[in-house]
């Protein structure tokens, strides 16, 4: 069937303006959220960069996964936006709200002409769900609403081809979901989903001809194996770099095989359960009851047993296939938590649209329930925008996000050690160093101990004097890391008060000698030359003549031109090492 007769055109475009409305209306706050720091801060720095080249965001390197759209996607919001936040936040919103239009486009093409508000109904559903609050919010989430884009895309246009039997149609499917895998490559699973589509279209369209999908089929099937070529030279190149996911999912050992099916089978009850009731709602889950096996086994009953002529199960079904991924890294502990609810946001598409056509045939078989059933309706989906506009205040502050992360997963070091962060800016250091405290007590990875460690040094030295913070930032004894660059610059400010307030020789140069140390450091991790030239000062204090002359020389060769200090260095290098010793 085609859009023109199951919506007139006039409702049509009604209905779209009023899904784009309620996407602005609950997600536009969004665009005065924070950059969070897990993840943004890291995605802004690295495609910040002045040095990375447009060859570089493109290349298969050794990311931890190949995602080159959404690469470049970042990398162009800093050479045409500056990473401007608001705009960053933006991108999102808009994503998602074009993603609710493909919706409505797809859906009223799937579903049948009799239900001219079910495709209403299914984008709405998506468009106001509380699952999807996380993708849309949190512009590192960007990956789940920019493959679905293309792949929405792709099922419009092959809905198209097995209604018209165009091969550029055809063509144009495979073009966008070969797109939604450069963005993502759980948009992959499209191709079994795209395949049970063309198999199912004779069964549940009424006057569908079945040679014309066995040859939309044929085609596909044709250049999905030259795609599939592709992604197996990507995945074997891919497979032989380091820390990626593929490296971590070969260097994987001990997998228990009945513990893995049935942890499988509880990530698919918390996502099934999570599709109907969204709540609670938490950044973090790294942990799941053993009684999300009864939803997750109910739906694999519903799936086997559901009857398989209709839409509204082959819609279910790719749902269930695009959660295939999200089973799959959970069970194998491939990401740093078990379940994400931004995981949800592309197979939520197909639920909804398989949730819309099944309340259809409620009412088509039991009429006298078409009021209940509606108003039923339209408390759920004033319930879901409801817990989303709620949602989406508190993704706009990392402090408001991870005390409701906390407060609903307390045993996570990791975002406890966040949340510190977060109370340190607003000055509350005394919460900020209980948190790391209790972090500090957690079973924590090296990393999260690292992390803990220097935050709770840069908290303990705000507003002491430069002896007492020297003392917090030596404190167990170990030398400071050379990355951690925020704790080197402020031990080297304190080192510089301690060395003019020493009173005698012997505690200058000690002083001295330490922060010759440090600007070495600091001068191999920024290529700010300006360290070099200090540290030439400080060994003319030192009565070190030569390497003064030495720390010159670098300074002036590494300085740019026109630093205000390239020139007095190659002088003084050129004195210090003319003058005796």
Known sequence: MTLSLSTPLSSHRRHLSLLILAVLVLYLPAMWGSIVSIDDLAIMKFYGSDTLTFGEVLRPGGGYYYRPLIALNYYLDFHLFGQNSKVLHLENVLLHAGNAALLFQLASRLLPAAAPRAPL????????????????????????????????????????????????????????????????????LFVPGSLLLVY??????????????????????????????????????????????????????????????????????????????????????????????????????????????????????????????????????????????????????????????????TVQKLPQAKRALVSATLLIVAAFALATAHRTQVWRSNLALFEDTVQKTPDFGMLRNELAVA?????????????????????????VQGLVR??????????????????????????????????????????????????????????????????????????????????????INLREKRKAASLFARSYQAARDGESYKLPAKKLAEKMAAEPL
Request: aromatic share 10%; charged share 20%; glycine share 8%.
């Open 121 to 188: 109904l299914a984008a709405l559903i998506f468009a106001v769900h509380p699952v999807n609050s996380e993708p849309v919010s949190w512009i590192a989430g960007r990956t789940d609403p920019l493959a679905c884009l293309f792949i929405l895309a792709a099922a419009i246009f092959l809905v198209k081809a097995l209604e018209g039997g165009r091969m550029r149609h055809t063509l144009c499917c495979v073009l966008l979901m070969s797109a939604g895998v450069l963005a993502k490559e759980t948009a992959l």
């Open 423 to 447: 109370l340190a800016k607003e000055k509350r250091f005394a919460e900020a160093e209980k948190q790391l405290d209790i972090a500090a007590g957690l079973e924590i990875s090296d990393l």
């Open 200 to 361: 199912a279209w004779p069964l549940i369209q009424p006057g569908a001809s079945a040679e014309l999908a066995k040859r939309q089929g044929r085609v596909l099937l044709v250049c999905y194996l030259s795609v599939g070529l592709a992604v197996a030279a990507l995945f074997a190149y891919r497979a032989g770099q380091d820390h990626n996911v593929l490296s971590k999912f070969y260097a994987r050992s001990g997998f228990n095989v009945a513990d893995g099916l049935f942890l499988s089978l509880q990530i698919l009850g918390f996502y099934l359960k999570k599709m109907l009731v969204p709540w609670p709602l938490n950044f973090a889950v790294i942990s799941l009851s053993g009684w999300y096996a009864i939803p997750g086994a109910a739906g694999l009953a519903l799936l086997l047993l559901a009857p398989k002529r209709n839409i509204y199960f082959v819609c279910l079904a790719i749902g269930v296939l695009f959660l295939l991924p999200a089973v799959f890294v959970g069970a194998l502990d491939l990401t740093w938590t078990v379940v994400a609810e931004r995981y949800l946001y592309l197979p939520s598409a197909f639920f909804a649209v398989a949730f819309a056509g099944g309340a259809h045939l």
């Open 454 to 539: 220097r935050n709770r040094m840069l908290i303990g030295v705000q507003g002491k004097p430069p002896e007492e913070a020297r003392r917090i930032l030596k404190s167990d004894g170990r030398p400071l890391p050379a990355e951690e660059t925020e704790l080197l610059l402020i031990l080297r400010n304190h080192d510089y008060a301690a060395m003019w307030r020493a009173q005698d020789r012997k505690g200058k140069d000690l002083m001295a000698s330490e922060l010759l140390e440090i600007n070495e450091i600091l001068f191999a991790r920024t290529g700010n030359a300006h360290y070099l030239y200090t540290s030439g000062q400080l060994c």
